[in-house]
């Protein structure tokens, strides 16, 4: 998107991360910045140049205690929200959306649930012991993930693929969660952990092997540090290295610049105090 759009969007994300910030700290919740966010401090000191989005993980344990205490947000700042505070938002994760603001992601301009400039907050839960069971898992966690996606895919897809989101999107959002909590509450003391909602980061990089590949080290949640980020400081992994290398490998060299992209493509962008306009992205 442009230059200025983009930058916009970043401050604006920063905002939401320093409230999210504030609030962990006033209560002793425990939060490290991850992926492109972990990588754009280590590498930028601040958000990658053409990075479009803002990424904080958690322990189960301490995302639900970040949801309880949802109330102590600014209201004029951010709200929290999942599917419990919004039922027409489907995801088993949450997102900090900047009160005041609208974001519309292309091809879910259908969607009915509320919308803003967002960062996601991602619970990370365990995985089983053994390398079958963690094979085992992913295959269910992709069921659960393509039944909540078939409610966005169903409308632009044709033929055979249509048919098999239209059978997906029957199942019930509830259920799904359900089946998404029991099975954290059942690996709850794994000494990995993954997010339930994405595909395994570890299978991006061809140098993790076996478990490694389905979750991460759980100390890289546990043991953290702060980090510069935009000239004010959050906290990430201690073992910054570990982490950006399990997740990027060579992780300080940029990619070519033609894979230099953001992750959320959006139909429509309205900042804080705006009145709603169209917005067309740069192809």
Known sequence: MDDKILRRLQLTELELLMELHRVCVENDIEYVIAFGTMLGSVRHKGFIPWDDDADVVM????????RSLR????????YFQDHDTDPSYIWGYGKLRRTGTKYIRAGQEHVKANTGIFIDIFPMDGIPKTHFGCIMQDIRLYFIRKALWA??????SHGIVRLGYWFLKRQNVDSLHARLFREAKKY?????VRIYMEPSDGKKNPANTGRARFGWDSNWISNRSMYEFEGLSFYGTRDGEA??????GDYMTPPPPEERTGNSPATLIVFPGEQERPFENNQ
């Open 59 to 66: 322990t189960r344990e301490n995302y639900e205690r970040f």
């Open 188 to 192: 709850a003391t794994s000494d990995r």
């Open 243 to 248: 982490v950006l290398s399990y997740l990027f």
């Open 151 to 156: 409610r966005v895919g169903y409308k632009d």
């Open 71 to 78: 109330g102590e947000l600014n209201p004029e700042i951010a």
